[in-house]
């Protein structure tokens, strides 16, 4: 909820020692404090298309040595996923959704401070139906079932919490935490329509309890020199629960019955993360800045996988206006914690759920070399210019797929991986006038599919084998860019976009061809009001996709794309917020 967020920074690149695991980017976010806030609340409600309501209430607050900020939402509305088809408004796609945060801190002494944070979610969804689709089975004495009808819902549970002290002993600065995550999905099928549809309809049901002990350190080295040092551990235990009915099948996996059999296929997993990372930032004269470290990492499922990382990281302020940067990172990222075991494979043989068991079915650690290297330059005070470039030579690298009905993701591996990209950013900023500007070009493709290979059909995987083909979320062109213009202190007005150039889908080969390039224009309008008694009361009126176009984001074709997707269709929003 961004409602909880003072600052972000994004972080991506080549990444210094101190983040692992999860290195894709990281999401550097300040919560809002009551410390800074003072004493105070906020009420608002935002309603539109789609019959979206969505109300919201924070308060915050301190007092000599406690300090705290609460917030909570609560929205509906009629489009929570992506619609499969084109039409303005879906089918069968309401949403619920409920969430909370909270922080609160106390001031030990003035080098101390512990703090806890947490959160909760609760999110109930309809999956949205395509109309029109063909039954390819028969149940009982059933041979038609209208696709408009189906009812299949999910429900994600997620909750975590963090109780953390941070201090200085002598000159070392230092932050200390524990913490919990617990989420879980519930999928419920339409069990008829889902059998006639796809010969399967299961009950599916994940959870994950994650245990964290995290410490960092951080000290000065004379002058020039800052060390850090920090370890990292994480305890997970994982339940996956699936209460499928299928239809036997014959030899050649035909329906050889209308009468569906139940299969229960459950297991439960523990996964074990440990880290460990020393870097020092050394400060060259006033120009340069060299980041050294080396991480360890190692991570225990049904097999171990541990790897030594060094990262490098170069920064030179060639000007009082132009920076350049190159780095290099060695990345160990661990799968999810799944795993598909060749006895629950063998439960669906002879069943229209029936696939090949080629044996490695468990996901793989990826392992990478990134190498990265910008410049950033001032034009002026109010123009920033970038351009950032990036290779990503990668071993067992990890993919995520839609496997069925169900949202959920289940990771596989591709035996190698590149991945490369230009990247061009603009900012300007000069009074009331700011706007922003963002091109990336890329290219990511993968060879030879090794670990859960039966999701695919075979053909697919005799093709990857001996060829690099593009990954399913590759676009070779990406931009983003929005103005905002301040006609006095209480209005506002701005317009932003998105430009996609396709993602990918089946062309003669898997992922061989792209979709239609796709352009997304929004615009709004803020305005604060202002009464003798009432105080300021801040309004916003939001009109996404303006333009109205219809555009497909997935077609339901291409390496573990699991449905087609639309983009928006054109949405009017209006927001009111209250402060007091």
């Known amino acids: 909820d961004a409602r909880t967020i003072d600052n972000v920074k994004l972080l991506d690149g080549a990444l210094p020692a101190q983040y692992g695991l999860r290195t894709a980017a990281v999401v550097d976010i300040t919560t809002k404090s009551g410390h800074d806030l003072g004493n105070g609340g906020s009420v608002g409600i935002t309603g539109g298309s789609n ?50 945060f909270g922080d609160v801190s106390y001031l030990i002494d003035n080098d101390t401070r512990l703090s806890f944070l947490f ?24 041979v038609d079932f209208d696709s408009a009808n189906l009812d299949e819902r999910q429900r994600e549970n997620t909750r975590f919490g963090v109780l953390a002290l941070q201090g200085k002993l002598g000159s070392t600065d230092y932050q200390v935490s524990v913490g919990q995550r617990y989420s879980r999905l519930a999928y419920a099928p339409d069990r008829i329509g889902e059998l006639m549809f796809n010969g399967i309809a299961s009950d599916v049901t994940r959870s994950n309890r994650a245990s964290t002990l995290q410490a960092d350190f951080a000290m000065p080295l004379g002058d020039r020199h800052t060390l850090r040092y920090g370890i990292y551990g994480s305890f997970e235990r994982a339940v996956s629960g699936n209460d499928a009915w299928v239809f036997p099948a014959d030899a050649d996996g035909n329906q050889a019955s209308t009468t569906p059999i139940n299969i229960l296929d459950n297991s439960r997993l523990t996964a074990k993360t440990w880290s460990a990372y020393v870097q020092d930032e050394w400060s060259i004269g006033d120009k340069w800045t060299l980041n050294y470290g080396l991480r360890g990492d190692r991570y225990q499922l049904v097999r171990t996988e541990s790897q030594l990382s060094p990262r490098l990281g170069l920064v030179w302020q060639a000007t009082g206006s132009t920076t350049v940067h190159a780095g290099y990172s060695r990345y160990f990222t661990p799968p999810a914690t799944e795993m598909i075991a060749s006895s629950n494979i063998a439960k669906f043989d002879g069943t229209t759920n029936a696939v090949s068991d080629m044996g490695n079915n468990t996901p793989l650690a990826e392992r990478s070399d990134y190498f990265d290297a910008g410049i950033s330059q001032n034009l002026g005070s109010a123009w920033t210019v970038g351009v ?48 922003y500007f963002n091109a990336s070009l890329g290219k990511a493709v993968g060879k030879r599919i090794v670990t859960s290979q039966y999701n695919f059909a075979p053909d ?74 009432f105080g300021k009361l801040h309004t916003q009126l939001a009109v996404l996709n303006v333009l109205d176009r219809t555009y497909e984001l997935r077609d339901g074709s291409g390496i573990g794309v699991g449905a087609p997707q639309f983009g928006p269709r054109r949405g009017v929003y209006l927001s009111v917020q209250k402060d007091f």
Not at 51 to 62: C, D, Y
Not at 467 to 473: R, S
Not at 486 to 504: E, H, I, K, P, Q
């Open 460 to 533: 697919d995987l005799a093709y990857v084998n001996d060829h690099w083909i593009f990954l399913d979320h590759d676009q070779k062109l990406t931009s983003s860019g929005g103005i905002h213009y301040a006609l006095d202190d209480s209005t506002g007005v701005g317009a932003d976009y998105l430009f996609g150039s396709g993602l990918r889908k089946d062309g003669d080969v898997p992922n061989g061809a792209s979709l239609p390039a796709y352009f997304q224009l929004n615009l709004n309008l803020s305005h604060d009001f202002a009464f003798d008694r």
């Open 388 to 435: 950032d470039a990036y290779y990503r030579k990668v071993q067992r690298l990890q993919d995520e797929g839609q496997f069925g009905s169900a949202l959920v993701y289940s990771t596989f591996n591709y035996a190698a991986g590149r991945v490369k990209g230009l990247e061009f950013t603009v900012n300007y900023e000069q009074g009331p006038l700011s706007a």
């Open 119 to 142: 959160g909760v979610a609760n999110n109930r969804f309809q999956i949205p139906n395509n109309p029109n689709q063909t039954p390819q089975f028969g149940y009982l004495d059933t």
């Open 51 to 100: 019959g979206t309501l969505n109300p919201n209430a924070s308060v915050w607050g301190s007092n000599d040595r406690w300090s705290w900020f609460f917030t909570g939402n609560y929205l509906e509305n009629d489009a929570g996923i992506e619609n499969p088809t084109s039409s303005k408004k879906p089918v069968h796609d309401h949403t619920n959704q409920v969430k909370g």
